[in-house]
């Protein structure tokens, strides 16, 4: 089991250029999160970076004004987390606000379809006959799923957060922070975050336009939506640098109100938390895992569904149904990390160096709880971790959780270019991602993972950090 060793931060305060009353120990705290003056502590909404910033928004807005404009038929394609529920819920409700009269939703079901704008999720999008497909949280690695929908004579618009592979899609228009000569200064943005600002400037090319005057309707103020943002942004555990930190910020103040989305107060009801005093504590360890549990064992739509209810009484309902599928959730990962225990346990007696790049499979695991599992075993060995279960019959699906300094995605990545045939697909970023490769392959894959490893990390590197202010 890894130590971790406690260091304190080496920060110099005396960098900071902050006011004279703010203590040094503050000072010290801040400058350890690259906060060097009272300018970057701003936590308005005027504070946020502009969308003008993100490479390919202009292009992303035409298409959606021209879609709006000629009342073009809409389907959202989401993610089957809390980031993609909460992306596809917040652009679902705001197009309607903004005056679509056909826009829906289509997320697809881990076990049926897998992750992403697939080929095979393009033929089931295609039988409700959208005239644009928008990815929320996912795309930018579906080359064959884009080129799919093309066929069909669907244009598709990519917004995402992933790190981009070797090729992009030939998607209508992109947006992605990550994507490369986007100067976006925040790369930390999650699904829900391209979102919204997607959707701000959508907004503001309408108003320039005329366009709510012209439908007389009412114009949507962003801001009460912003609870979405703050879950998704949270839940997704993407680093809460100032941008996202404002973005949240303003989420929470949304549901103290009660004004909020009426799903996410049920929500709360049901996990015994209070919304009005809401924290990030509470999206992160009790609203966030019960729509997360719904992608890993059942349906995520529920989840969605719960997320666009107007209805107090179904909401309510939704959420409760949410609280049951995660308690089976929780129920299925502490079996599987018992069994996990005993196999790192057997491994441990058995041989007398463990791999540095762990690759667990037991046939009974369940693929939608594995990247919970790998997080958990991440944690107690602080080392990469990749676990399997059964997808299919001869088929494995994997998920894989990283330790600071090892880029996940970029390790498999490596292990394909160097072992073609091994996996049949991968995706993700630096510190998650998922792949698939046929069972044959097992034994390969871990020994080609543990090489990768060892030649990216250093035994230094396994030494977990716990890292004090002081």
Same mark, same amino acid.
């Given at each position: ?26 000072? /010290? ?7 060097? #003056? ?8 005027? @504070? ?16 959606? &004004? ?8 809409? =389907? ?45 999720? *393009? ?10 497909? %928008?990815?929320?949280?996912? !795309? ?17 618009? %990519? ?15 992109? *947006? ?15 699904? *829900? ?11 503001? /090319? ?38 996202? /930190? ?29 919304? #009005? ?10 609203? !966030? ?49 018992? &069994? ?10 058995? %041989? ?10 037991? @046939? ?12 958990? *075993?991440? &944690? ?10 059964? &997808? ?8 894989? /959780? ?43 894959? #871990?020994?080609?993972? @543990? ?10 590197? =396994? ?8």
């Amino acid at each position: 089991m890894a130590k971790g060793e406690i260091r304190q931060r080496p920060v110099d305060p005396s960098r900071g250029d902050f006011d004279a009353a703010m203590p040094e120990w503050m000072a /010290r705290i801040l400058v350890a999160r690259d906060i060097y #003056s009272d300018a970057d502590i701003g936590d308005q909404l005027t @504070d946020l970076h502009h969308p003008e910033d993100l490479a390919g928004i202009s292009a992303a807005v035409d298409l959606l &004004e021209k879609h709006l404009r000629q009342q073009k038929s809409i =389907l959202i394609l989401g993610d089957y987390d809390a980031d993609g529920a909460t992306s596809c819920a917040l652009m679902v409700r705001l197009l309607r606000a903004m005056g679509a009269a056909q826009v829906g939703f289509l997320v697809p079901n881990r076990f049926d379809y897998g992750y992403g704008l697939t080929p095979e999720i *393009v033929e089931v999008a295609a039988q409700s006959k959208p005239d644009l497909i %928008i990815t929320v949280d996912n !795309g930018i690695a579906s080359i064959e799923g884009v080129d799919a929908a093309c066929r069909l004579g669907i244009q598709v618009l %990519i917004t995402d957060h992933h790190l981009p592979g070797r090729e992009l899609p030939r998607a209508d228009a992109i *947006v992605n922070p990550n994507q490369a000569g986007c100067e976006f200064p925040s790369k930390n943005l999650a699904g *829900v975050g391209v979102a919204f600002y997607l959707l701000s400037a959508l907004r503001k /090319r309408l108003r320039e336009n005329g366009w709510f005057e012209e439908k007389k309707i009412l114009e949507p103020k962003l801001a009460n939506w912003l609870d979405l943002v703050a879950l998704g942004t949270v839940a997704d555990v993407v680093p809460l640098d100032r941008n996202n /930190r404002v973005l949240v910020k303003a989420g929470l103040k949304i549901m103290r109100s009660g004004h909020g989305n009426i799903g996410i107060r049920n929500l709360f009801s049901v996990s015994g938390r209070d919304w #009005s005093k809401a924290t990030s504590i509470d999206l992160g360890f009790a609203i !966030g895992p019960r729509i997360n549990a719904a992608g890993r064992l059942n349906d995520i739509s529920i989840g969605v569904q719960c997320l666009l209810q107007e209805d107090e009484f179904e909401a309510r309902r939704l959420a409760a149904e949410l609280h049951e599928i995660n308690r089976d959730r929780r129920a299925i990962e502490k079996q599987m990390q018992v &069994e996990s225990d005993a196999m790192l346990k057997e491994l441990e007696e058995s %041989i007398e160096v463990m791999p540095w790049g762990l690759s667990l499979f037991k @046939d009974s695991w369940h693929q939608g709880v594995v990247g919970l599992l790998a997080s958990r *075993v991440k &944690e107690r060995f602080h080392r990469p971790v990749v676990a399997f279960a059964r &997808e299919n019959l001869g088929e494995l699906k994997g998920s894989g /959780r990283s330790i600071t300094g090892f880029h996940m995605r970029d390790a498999l990545d490596a292990v394909a270019t160097e072992n073609p045939g091994l996996i049949r697909k991968f995706g993700g970023h630096a510190m998650a991602a998922g792949l698939s490769l046929p069972e044959k392959n097992l034994q390969a894959f #871990s020994e080609a993972f @543990d090489q990768v490893v060892k030649r990216q990390l250093t035994e230094t590197d =396994l030494q977990q950090v716990i890292w004090t202010d002081g």
